[in-house]
């Protein structure tokens, strides 16, 4: 992790940051986490809610903006919740991948608490989640490849549902900001589990690789801002899908994982 680079997001975020938390500098605070880089997972989340709220003061957060994230937020106690199940799940993961899932249930749980300490009293109740799915998938905590497998799903629908909601938090920029951070590091997590179970780590045309074909609907689109992709500069069809994933609206995201949502 680069603490250089979580203090730069930090003050474009809120330039006057170092100002409103007392006696505290730019050096000062790098020092601080520095020494303490173990912490830096649990601290980041707050102190970047912290600027957030600075960032709308008194009057708070747009309706529209409160929508979004507890709906990101929904999302975010379901991956949470998947994976500190799964990393605790005697004899579930091999332990050559442990590390890996539980990287990323860190970075899932951090994503948790910095929605929940932006929104504050606003945030949603962590629903309860059966992630058999209804009985769809009653191997999800004995069997790694069941594991994986749904891992893979939440990870790709998690990075659709972010773009998805970009639009509606223009008016919102610090945020919008921060859900593309949040963004990003979804799709690292979809690239990693993808290639742990043998695909490639992009989608092509609308490849379900075993799973539900609603996750990837629509993903198969070779025609961006009017242009025609296919074909140009030699590139396939197949090539083009791979190099662009579509977003997903609320209601598409909320059918994939409702009947994970007990």
Same mark, same amino acid.
């Given at each position: 992790m680069n603490l250089q680079n979580i203090l730069n997001e930090l003050e474009s975020v809120d330039g006057e940051i170092f100002d409103r938390l007392a006696h505290v500098s730019r050096r000062?605070?790098?020092?601080?986490?520095?020494?303490?880089?173990?912490?830096?997972a649990v601290a980041a989340p707050v102190v970047m809610a912290s600027a957030l709220s600075n960032a709308y003061g008194q009057s708070g957060l747009p309706a529209n903006v409160v &929508?979004? *994230?507890?709906?990101?937020?929904?999302?975010?106690?379901?991956?949470?919740? =998947?994976? @500190?199940r799964g990393t605790e799940t005697s004899g579930l993961?091999?332990?050559?991948?442990? +590390?890996?899932?539980r990287t990323i249930r860190r970075h899932e749980e951090a994503h948790v608490r910095l929605l929940r #300490?932006?929104? $504050?009293?606003?945030?949603? %109740?962590?629903?309860?989640?059966?992630?058999?799915?209804?009985?769809?998938?009653?191997?999800?905590?004995?069997? =790694?490849?069941?594991?994986?497998? *749904?891992?893979?799903?939440?990870?790709?629908? $998690? @990075?659709?549902?972010?773009?998805?909601q970009?639009?509606?938090?223009?008016?919102? !920029?610090?945020?919008? &900001?921060? %859900?593309?951070n949040i963004h990003s590091v979804e799709a690292r997590?979809?690239?990693?589990?993808? @290639?742990?179970?043998? =695909?490639? $780590?992009?989608?092509?045309?609308?490849?379900? #690789?075993? *799973? !539900?074909?609603?996750i990837y609907a629509s993903d198969n689109i070779t025609n961006q801002l009017g242009v025609e992709l296919? $074909?140009? #500069?030699?590139?396939?069809? +197949?090539?083009?899908? +791979?190099? =662009?994933? &579509?977003?997903?609206?609320? #209601?598409?995201v909320l059918a994939i994982a409702g009947p994970f949502i007990a």
């Open positions: 000062n605070m790098f020092s601080m986490w520095a020494n303490k880089a173990a912490k830096v &929508e979004v *994230l507890n709906f990101a937020l929904t999302l975010e106690y379901l991956e949470a919740e =998947f994976y @500190v993961i091999p332990s050559q991948f442990m +590390e890996i899932f #300490s932006v929104l $504050g009293a606003q945030a949603v %109740a962590k629903p309860t989640f059966d992630f058999t799915a209804k009985g769809a998938f009653p191997t999800v905590f004995s069997n =790694f490849q069941t594991y994986m497998a *749904l891992s893979q799903a939440f990870e790709d629908t $998690g @990075v659709r549902a972010y773009k998805g970009a639009g509606n938090l223009i008016n919102a !920029p610090a945020v919008l &900001e921060v %859900a593309l997590h979809a690239a990693r589990i993808r @290639v742990l179970r043998g =695909f490639k $780590g992009w989608i092509t045309n609308s490849d379900a #690789s075993g *799973l !539900p074909v609603t296919a $074909g140009i #500069s030699g590139k396939s069809a +197949e090539a083009v899908t +791979e190099a =662009f994933d &579509e977003p997903l609206s609320k #209601s598409d």
